[in-house]
């Protein structure tokens, strides 16, 4: 019997839902409104365009961003702008990793973060594929699409997402060739926990950690426990992360390794970015990690009013 509801996740919802207001289609307006914004970037557009361009009236596509992550278009697409992202990198010569480690839980980013405790498959299970294991899977709503989520008995295993029709079938295939040799069955109801813990800021708490098992070689691994260091709100670079782990020449493995990150969002990969403060890659899509990184200043500023301010 699967046990997910009650050992790894402990006291939280059965089912994850949006907040009530929430729709399904919000995460496809500001995932166009992202595109738009991405494809213009050089003439800096103004809310009333991209509102035409998504089909809303400004008015309503500022409802529909408060929704979603508390801040009107304006601060919203200014947090995602290359600017914001550079920011996120200064740390006065801090490596931001290194005092994650000193800091824990008491670090300021940590304030309105997803808590994880984490575990890599046995070296066995990861020779054999996966030989034995019973992993669920399903597919649960998420303020960035569609996710698809899989689970073994002894915590979460692996996230995608999903865009257009087939897109869930895919992402499934995706995660699921990581246990070539595992046997899956689909059961949205015991996902629905995972992804409440995973995605509901409210079932955020020290006390009622996330679990997760990562499969992968002991490098791969390495590269994933430290990501999990990477505070909300904040990034650091592949170069850094090769620093941290001791391989300092080993930049370009870190950025292969975190291109495998079976488990998108809850280990952050999309926290990674380059040095000058671009992107990158993202193996979900760009315009979804733009969301994400927006997202997540939104809850780190907290619950308070959100300041508007030019489209930068």
């Not at 361009?53 to 929704?67: A, D």
């Not at 009107?72 to 697409?77: E, Q």
């Not at 000058?276 to 994400?292: E, I, V």
């Amino acid at each position: 019997m699967f046990d997910a509801p009650s050992s790894p996740l402990g006291d939280v919802p059965v089912a994850f839902t949006p907040e009530p207001a929430a729709t399904a289609s919000d995460y496809d307006v500001i995932r166009r409104a992202l595109e738009h914004l991405t494809t213009r970037f050089r003439s800096q557009p103004t809310v009333e365009e991209v509102a035409d361009v998504v089909g809303l009236s400004p008015s309503h596509l500022h409802h529909v961003f408060r929704r979603w992550c508390g801040l009107s278009p304006k601060a919203f697409l200014q947090a995602v702008t290359l600017d914001r992202a550079r920011d996120l990198l200064r740390r006065d010569d801090v490596n931001l990793l290194d005092a994650s480690y000193e800091l824990g839980l008491s670090g300021p980013g940590r304030l309105h973060d997803l808590f994880v405790t984490h575990e890599a498959m046995s070296p066995g299970d990861f020779k054999t594929g996966g030989a034995g294991l019973v992993i669920r899977w399903g597919v649960a709503p998420s303020p960035f699409g569609v996710a698809v989520l899989t689970a073994t008995d002894r915590g979460l295993c692996g996230i995608g997402f999903a865009d257009q029709a087939g897109g869930v079938q895919e992402a499934y295939r995706d995660l699921a060739r990581r246990w070539p040799a595992a046997s899956f069955v689909r059961d949205d109801a015991a996902i629905g926990p995972y992804a409440a813990q995973a995605f509901d800021p409210a079932c955020w708490s020290p006390d009622r950690p996330l679990r997760v098992v990562l499969i992968g070689t002991d490098f791969e691994v390495t590269v994933w426990r430290t990501l999990l260091s990477v505070p909300l709100g904040c990034a650091t670079t592949y170069g850094d992360i090769a620093q941290t782990i001791g391989r300092p020449k080993a930049a370009r493995a870190v950025g292969a390794a975190v291109g495998k990150n079976p488990i998108s969002f809850v280990v952050p990969c999309h926290r990674v970015i380059g040095r000058d403060g671009a992107l990158t890659g993202y193996h979900w899509g760009l315009t979804r990690k733009r969301a994400m990184l927006g997202w997540e200043t939104a809850k780190r500023r907290g619950d308070g009013p959100a300041e508007d301010g030019a489209v930068a």
